[in-house]
């Protein structure tokens, strides 16, 4: 069968495609249908099945006699270290640790919170919390103190598990005054956290609080795979939204591995056995979906890459890694390529290995840009598929099949729609557009398995955010078009969410961050074009009247607070100091037309402006930074 048989054999029978797709999995009990639309415009799937998450990740693979196969590859050129572990050894190790996690008091429906670096032990502790139906929520280690309090506030977890430090280029990460500094700020506490001593940088443990990874695992009964409802929240990923406050994106059991399983073959092209490589991190969600979940679900090695693209030593990293570890398909965003064309433009570094073992180069997470799919191309010869999706999602909206059939590449297109998902484009009354032309980017209800049946204790928020704005349809947030034959193009948000360096983040939330400096009245963050990262935010602050320190030591305050309150994956470093924003006539600040200005773009002046003349000061004080060039 071809693209175009599977998709419609999807849309003619959803239930019947989800319900064998289903049978790759094994279940304690099987489910009697796949959607429950009792409660719809909200969907569940596979709710009566029982299953567990870390049995089919882990201990099938061993059952079925695959436990000598490597599971893991940890490969760090910071630690410069490399080691592999087994199918059989993870489950030893996973149910090790979720034994003490037991002992501990963590059952079924306890909330987790994961705060680790690149290291096996991160997965380890994603798949013990699996184990026994606990529901992690992983923090990304770039994010400050207030960010992991907000989250302990919203997850409520029971236990903390994490490490004494991560490692980026040059600069330890003290991941446990971070921690100790969120749970102060937080005002909920966990009862207890496990810290997993690196030998980089030992933590100090509070007495009565924190445990030792390894101490607390002594002399405790292994834990077997608890049975959930298909149902089941797996975990939770906050991710960014309007407003500083996250969402909390839930992931059900049932339908998670369903539809991840499905694209390992469908989309990445790779059968059990097969090393899969996902250069990302657990704290997104291509880190849940394609390090740690799919790839093991589906029965593939999977590599933990604690690195960076360049200078963790060379631009030449990625190209070892792949040949080294023969990897058949491999995936990151495309500003990872960005980096490395900037270092090593005519890719002398692969001159030094055989990377012939690669069978294509996947790009997600923001938009690839022509120029770094063609260099890609050429200097890689493998093809290079775009695809979109989103946390929300957790997998594949729209792109190239590989594995069913590998359709022609249209570069600046993700390609086309996966089985699960009618992606439509719709004007602002919610009517369909016709082909070719832009409108939001909307996928007719209900969402495949996989997706996010809800958001954690913020319903509202999740009918408000992706529900209401066009009823039978789930808003993507996302603008683009359809072309004649199918082909989705994604130009870009419609709402204040950036994307640096594929990093998903929210201007209004650096912008309630700006809003609390004492001299700050009022404030705009925008997202400007950047060549490296896609999109950098810069930051734009009015004083309060009477203030008169010096404008530049204000800016270094505001960015040095952003770094402070939101942590240095904001990228924030872009502050500049002005008289007035522009607005409209009723009061609306136009941001994006500080976008066009600042990326030297043509644009027509918004016909509700108030005072047209702001916009030539903005000009002016984006030209001193190098921007808004004409
Ligand atoms: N823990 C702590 N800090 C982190 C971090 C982590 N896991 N990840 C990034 N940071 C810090 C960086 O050290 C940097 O700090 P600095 O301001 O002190 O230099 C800051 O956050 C910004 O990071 P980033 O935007 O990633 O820039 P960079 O200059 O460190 O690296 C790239 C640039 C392009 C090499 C890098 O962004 C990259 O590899 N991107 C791949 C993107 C990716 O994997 N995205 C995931 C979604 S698929
Ligand atoms: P995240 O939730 O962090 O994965 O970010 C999702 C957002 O990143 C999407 O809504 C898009 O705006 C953007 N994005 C992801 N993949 C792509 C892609 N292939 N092309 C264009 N934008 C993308």
Redesign the pocket.
Known sequence: MGYKEVYDSWKQDPEGFWMQAADAIDWFEKPTRALNDDNAPLYEWFSDGMVNTCWNAVDRHVEAGHGDRTAIIYDSPITDTKHKISYAELRDRVASLAGALRAKGIEKGDRVIIYMPMVPEALEAMLACARLGAVHSVVFGGFAANELAVRIDDAQPKAIIAASCGLEPGRVVHYKPLLDGAIDQASHKPEFCVIFQREQEVAHLEDGRDVDWHAFQYGVEPAECVPVEGNHPAYILY??GTTGAPKGVIRATGGHLVALNWTMKNIYNVDPGDVFWAASDVG???GHSYICYGPLIHGNTTIVFEGKPVGTPDAGTFWRVISEHNVRSFFTAPTAFRAIKREDPKGECLKDYDISCLRALY??????DPDTIEWAQKIMGVPVY???????TGWTIAGNPAGVEALPVKIGS?TVAMPGYDIQILDEAGHQMPAGELGAIAVKLPLPPGTLPNLWNAEDRFRKSYLTTFPGYYE???AGMIDEDGYVY?M??TDD?I?VA???LSTGGMEEVLAAHPDVAECAVIGVTDELKGQLPVGFVCLTKGVDRAHDEIAKECVKLVREKIGPVAAFKLALVVDRLPKTRSGKILRATMVKIADGEEFKMPATIDDPAILDEIREALQSIGYAKA
């Open positions: 991710t960014s997104w969600v291509v790009l997600a997470g923001e938009r690839a775009d695809h979109w999706w989103q946390t929300e993700p993507t947030g996302d994604i870009a948000r969410v994307n594929g990093h998903r």
